[in-house]
């Protein structure tokens, strides 16, 4: 894996760039749409690619579950198994057995938890999270690590640090041009992350992600704690904050020098009926639409707004028709990777605070990790 740094922004710490991976290419700041289970709920990997998206992430928890990690190899790997030929990042499921507070036990070896679909007993050791990720044959891994709550205790917070320090210690990057990152944790204390960044750093790991945020903290301490977190972090890796994920949210931290992004927002929220828009924050179940034949957003070029009107969308959710979630998804992810790309024009022509007070007014009021 090989990262590139093209151009800086002035006047903030971002910057533009290029990761190389088995699977070819991909720019950055990049927005990750969530596969999580082998798939980006309701639509295609030929929709996504029409729509620009270059990398896709998939969780180690998940599919070492269903369909089984030992399956997805013998079927020739996760790219050729759900059709996509591009990148692929794989999380490593920390977050989802963190979720599991009442089904799983933590030690320095470790996590025993229960599967949440069968209650069968599973064990995850940072060896068996890699050797997962080896079998689907993603092109980015993520090592086990252990986030902290929000709020925590500073001694709780250590102990989990120290304990992804500690199975970090297992990990080995692999050796066919796929990379490990290193994940940094340590909550909202800046000497903790301050400390495990530099634990890290000692095994020179190609990129680095920005664990345990988006547990619930409010938005302006997501905002900091990512802030000083990626100033520590090595010029020349990519940075990854991992969760985060509204149009504030990216842009935010793009000016504070991070890379890379994941979030289930724009496709959540395209299920439910919520839409970003140029102008702001759509809800077409709303009365309003009902005889509305406007498009969803007359500025974006996506297939939903090019061939169906409001009214009819709001149709489609009123009748529970599938088409509705499928094309309001769709044009989510349409929005968010113009996003990425205006962010990375904003980064040339030196515009990006101008982005920022534009999707302050139009983006949704919230912040912090959707799963």
Known sequence: MKFEIHA?????????????????????????????????????????KAAGVEILLGNTYHLSLRPSDESIEKLGGLHKFMAWDRPILTDSGGYQVFSLAKLRKISD???????????????????RVLEIQRRLGSDIWMPLDEPSPYPCEKSDAEKAAQRTKTWWDRCRQPEDGRGLFGIVQGSIYSDLRKQ??????????????????????PAEILHEVTDLTAAMLPESKPRYLMGAGTPVDIVRAVMSGVDMFDCIIPTRFGRTGWAFTSVG???????????????????????????????YLRHCFQMNEIIGLRMITLHNVYYYMELMRRIRRGITDGTLEELLKEVEVTGPPLAGRQE
């Open 8 to 48: 800086r922004d002035t006047n903030t710490r971002a910057r533009t760039g290029t990761v190389h991976t088995p699977h070819g290419s991909y720019n950055t700041p990049i927005f990750m749409p969530v596969g999580t289970k082998a798939a980006v709920k309701t639509l295609a990997p030929d929709d996504l």
């Open 109 to 127: 070896e470790g996590v025993e938890f229960r599967s949440h679909l069968d209650g069968a007993k599973v064990f995850f050791s940072p060896e």
């Open 196 to 217: 495990c960044v530099e634990q890290m750093a000692e095994n020179d790991p190609p990129g680095f992600s920005i664990g345990g945020l988006s547990m619930g903290e």
């Open 281 to 311: 924050m759509v809800k077409i179940r709303n009365k309003m639409h009902e005889f509305d034949e406007t498009p969803l957003d007359p500025s974006c070029s996506c297939p939903c707004c090019t061939q169906f009107s409001r009214a």
